[in-house]
């Protein structure tokens, strides 16, 4: 048994029940408490954890993880999108040039609306395979209550990683940058003000004495993590560049994680 956390006009509590692997996340109500985070399927769900995708050749059957996802081919991510609903536009301006299959949301994923909180619409474009990474985690954040994701950004044209120089997700639309987690109520989660434990270089996904504010987003980051849908994820615990947000990339052809 898990009791999930919902947030209200008045903080964090318990929602409900589902299965969790790894525990249970428990907080209470009004009182100040904090909460020790415990990892798992925040959700319950197990929404697109299979799918099928028909190519020209034959139907390959596929996991719903982030190594599989980033070697889907153009044709066969589009038509995912296809029959899952996800309502996308191709982006073919100059911007774009160096994203695999460019795209454009024009709804949202599973009931969840992801919205860039700046001016450029350059920073919503996004590659098909994001979109993929996204409506798996989409489905389980939309269990929890959550309709609304607002993001810095997601494609950033010839962006670079300021600690290597080399070519970063955002450069070819396979990363997102996460500020922002809306519940249907109305409260929003803001990792730059509610993700409260970020000790410099901690894991991100153990058990911490924190808010329950602060116990759920981690919860629901680390659920995307160990569903394997991003290869590198970057949290407040790394740097003070990540200190508002939380970046998830998928990164094709790899047999690796960098979590931090």
Same mark, same amino acid.
Request: net charge negative; proline share 9%; charged share 15%.
């Given at each position: 048994m898990v009791c999930l956390l919902s947030c209200g006009p008045t903080g964090c509590g318990a929602l409900g029940s589902g299965n969790?692997?790894?525990?249970?996340?428990?907080s209470n109500v009004g009182n100040g408490a904090r909460s020790r985070t415990r990892r798992g399927d925040?959700?319950?769900?197990?929404?697109?954890?299979?799918?099928?995708?028909?190519?020209?050749?034959?139907?390959?059957?596929?996991? %719903?993880?982030?190594?599989?996802?980033?070697? #889907? =081919?153009?044709?066969?991510?589009?038509?995912?999108l296809e029959s899952q609903g996800v309502s996308v536009?191709?982006?073919?301006?100059?911007?774009? %040039?160096?994203?695999?299959?460019?795209?454009? #949301? =024009?709804?949202?994923i599973h009931g969840v609306e992801y919205q860039h909180v700046g001016r450029s619409a350059v920073h919503s474009v996004l590659d098909c395979r994001l979109v993929v990474a996204l409506g798996i985690w989409s489905a389980r954040l939309h269990a929890a209550g959550i309709e609304y994701v607002g993001h810095l950004s997601m494609l950033r044209p010839g962006a670079r990683v300021s600690s290597t120089g080399k070519t970063s997700g955002h450069a070819r639309g396979t990363a997102i940058d996460v500020r922002y987690l809306r519940f249907v109520d109305g409260t929003e989660l803001d990792v730059f003000r509610h993700w409260t434990e970020r000790t410099r270089g901690a894991p991100p996904c153990a058990n911490y004495d924190e808010t329950p504010e602060s116990s759920l987003l981690r919860n629901l980051v680390c659920d995307a993590i160990d569903q394997d849908l991003f290869q590198t994820v970057i949290t407040p615990h790394h740097d003070n560049r990540h200190q508002n947000h939380v970046h998830l990339e998928l990164v094709p052809g790899v047999d690796w994680k960098y979590i931090r």
């Open positions: 969790h692997r790894s525990g249970s996340i428990q925040p959700t319950g769900l197990e929404s697109w954890s299979t799918f099928e995708i028909a190519s020209s050749a034959n139907t390959a059957s596929w996991r %719903a993880r982030g190594h599989n996802i980033g070697a #889907l =081919t153009d044709d066969e991510c589009l038509q995912l536009v191709p982006f073919r301006e100059p911007p774009a %040039a160096a994203v695999d299959t460019p795209v454009s #949301l =024009t709804g949202p």
